[in-house]
């Protein structure tokens, strides 16, 4: 049985291509220039309709001013997402890597999109 597991092993293993006959992947081109241009726009259009949305709720006669600043706070995280995004555009123009990787709260990042996409009644 020990023999049998044996083979079996020796059956499994690949055989790989010599060291000269070696190719490296073929690196994904980047996309195109329409595709990016639909992505940034998407991206920027999300914290402007929190804004217009959070502004016409601020017209609002009957709003409690804890509720009134509430929305005044998410209009201003918008206001700072969309110079994150305009300053990203703008490094990206130079030529720099954009992509920077940072450590932060998935829970409050959760609740921040929540809160910025969703539709108050």
Known sequence: M??????????????????????????????????LVARISHDLRTPLAAILANAEFLTETNLKSED??????EIRASIDR????????????????????AVGNIVEMTESVVRMIGVRP
Do not use: H
């Not at 009134?68 to 706070?73: D, F, K, S, T, V």
């Not at 969309?82 to 990787?101: Q, S, Y």
């Open 82 to 101: 969309m110079n994150e995004l305009i300053a990203d555009l703008l490094e990206c123009a130079k030529g720099e890597e954009v992509f920077r990787p």
């Open 2 to 35: 020990l023999e049998q597991a044996e083979l079996n092993e020796r059956a499994e293993v690949p055989e790989y291509p010599p060291c000269g006959q070696w190719t490296p992947p073929v690196r994904k081109s980047a996309p195109p220039l329409r595709t």
């Open 68 to 73: 009134r600043m509430e929305l005044y706070q």
